[in-house]
């Protein structure tokens, strides 16, 4: 392993391979198929100085996988926000007792 290279397979573990994963799974769709689309989405929509919002996303991504976009927006909340760690995970370290 390179050093400053992520651990395991070399995937970020909070990067747009997690959220193409998580959203094939919970769309029941293929993570590669997933993974277009999040593309496609990202140069369509993410050319303006302040990001797509959730409905924006889910629309544009349900459009492109050809699914209804209440399904789609749900399964982005259930993944949460590109970059975010999985729901549960804490983003500091506890403070440790004296």
């Given at each position: 392993?390179?050093?400053?290279?992520?651990?395991?397979n070399g995937?970020?573990?909070?990067?747009?391979?997690?959220?193409?994963?998580a959203l094939a799974a919970k769309l029941g769709v293929?993570?590669?198929k997933v993974a277009a689309a999040l593309q496609t989405v990202?140069?369509?929509l993410g050319n303006g100085a302040t990001p797509p919002?959730?409905?924006?996303l889910a629309a544009a991504l349900a459009k492109a996988l050809g699914l209804d976009e209440s399904k789609v927006a749900d399964a982005l909340k259930?993944?949460?926000?590109?970059g975010a760690p999985p729901s549960g995970q804490m983003t500091?370290?506890?403070a440790q007792a004296s």
């Open positions: 392993m390179q050093p400053g290279a992520p651990p395991g995937a970020a573990p909070h990067g747009p391979g997690r959220l193409a994963s293929d993570q590669s990202h140069q369509q919002s959730q409905a924006q259930a993944v949460g926000p590109p500091t370290p506890p």
